[in-house]
């Protein structure tokens, strides 16, 4: 596995690839994989002939205040699980190389609707950085498809509408959420969490769970169904920032009529924000 940390040798080591007449699949990461990072790029091994990785931690991305500059950095390892997992080309860029005439004047692209409400209440302007970043990505490495995690389900919907809304030919994948044994999403930010703070935070993906058994039993009072819900996390020792039932589709609000579903949370567990979420096709789609 090449690392680059150029445009233009990104741009130089995708061409042979194509030359040679390569599918390509791409997985943009923050690093500090972990075994859900490993999934997707195994998926994208299956998927293509030359998988390529990036890494950046996208400043635009992160609002003031938030865990930028504590967010881990772990490139060696990384390199290792990419190596491993089939990764073909890395391209870790500095802040420099993507943003090169800074950020203040950088063009953006904003996906409205979609990117408000949820993690974009809590996180204003995150998704305009999000998709500001991956359409540079896209555009740099130019992949045939590009994979995604379904932990960050907002951001899944927000990429899968910027490329269909800019025309984008590039197929978007979703993988599903990789979890502990004990149900928690694996995250990045799980590092940040104390011995007892890791105890806790499975109430998370419990959380849920009931909620979606609730449904599939025929309650449909869903506001009745979450202010129970939030007294439970909040009982556990976590602040819920969110806790929604939504359509999976276009994110608005569910209503009792609704068949394909989503259960979104975010909560506090100390300073960390851990997020997660559940799809629930009440006509047995996944
Ligand atoms: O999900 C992430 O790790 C990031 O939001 C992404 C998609 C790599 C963009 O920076």
């Known amino acids: 596995m090449n690392t680059v940390k150029t445009v233009r040798e990104l741009r130089a080591a995708v061409a042979r690839a194509r030359g040679e007449g390569k599918r390509i699949a791409f997985v943009p990461t923050m690093g500090n994989l972990h075994s859900g990072h490993v999934a997707l790029i195994t998926k994208a091994a299956q998927r293509a002939d030359f998988v390529v990785a990036s890494i950046f931690v996208n400043p635009l991305q ?31 860029p500095t802040v420099e190389e993507m943003y090169p005439d800074g950020m203040a004047g950088q063009t953006r692209v904003s996906v409205p609707q979609l990117s408000e409400g949820l993690c974009g209440a809590s996180r204003p302007g995150h998704f305009e950085g999000v998709a500001t970043v991956v359409s540079k990505l896209f555009n740099m490495v130019q992949p045939d498809l590009a994979i995604f995690g379904q932990k960050d389900f907002q951001q899944l919907a927000v990429i899968r509408a910027l490329v269909h809304d800019l025309n984008m030919p590039i197929q978007i994948i979703g ?5 502990a044994a004990d149900g928690l999403a694996l995250s990045s930010r799980n590092g940040f969490l104390s011995e007892e703070q890791r105890a806790t935070a499975p109430v998370v993906y419990r959380t849920l769970s009931t909620i979606a058994e609730a449904i599939k039993q025929g309650e449909r009072d869903y506001p009745a169904l979450i202010d129970g819900q939030i007294k439970q996390l909040e009982a556990a020792g976590l602040r819920a920032d969110y806790l929604e039932i939504r359509h999976a589709v276009t994110l608005r609000p569910a209503t009792p009529e609704d068949r394909d579903l989503v259960i979104l949370v975010a909560s506090f567990l100390g300073t960390t924000r851990l997020i997660d979420n559940l799809h629930l096709n009440l006509d047995g789609h996944a």
């Open 62 to 92: 992160f609002g003031a205040g938030e865990d930028l500059d504590k967010y881990p950095r772990t490139l060696a390892a990384d390199q290792e699980k990419l190596l491993q997992a089939g990764c073909h080309l890395l391209f870790a």
């Open 175 to 179: 993988e599903p959420t990789v979890r």
